[in-house]
């Protein structure tokens, strides 16, 4: 099976998620989402497999997240995907899909359930 994780190498999370994958005998597919943001319809696919809305995959204590106004519960969720496409810092970290699933590794042992 194929696991890819969407990882921060600088996030502490993000890190352990990927050593517990490792752990489990899983080489995954790593992608550096900061410098290879997902488009808005990537986005919009994990968003579907983590069965969240867009503003639950908001990091909100972002500065970045204040500075856009992003807080206003009025924005659409494409207004949100488009901010989170155009500043990936904002996007919940680490994403791991397996199997057409999807979870966050908050904690990192949330991935034990789809791999």
Do not use: F, W
């Not at 995954?28 to 969240?52: E, G, T």
């Not at 494409?78 to 970290?93: F, N, S």
């Amino acid at each position: 099976m194929k696991v890819t994780i969407y990882h921060n190498p600088r996030c502490g999370k993000s890190r352990e998620t990927l050593a517990l994958l490792r752990e489990q005998g899983i080489e995954p597919v790593i992608v550096d989402y900061l410098n290879v943001p997902p488009d808005a319809a990537a986005l919009k696919k994990l968003l579907a497999a983590l069965q969240l809305k867009p503003r639950q995959l908001l990091r909100t204590k972002e500065k970045i997240y204040k500075s856009l106004g992003l807080d206003n519960p009025t924005l659409s969720d494409a207004g949100l995907i488009k901010a989170m496409v155009e500043h990936p810092l904002l996007i919940e970290r680490p994403i791991v899909v397996a199997g057409g699933k999807a979870v966050l590794g908050r904690p990192p042992e949330n991935v034990l359930d789809i791999i």
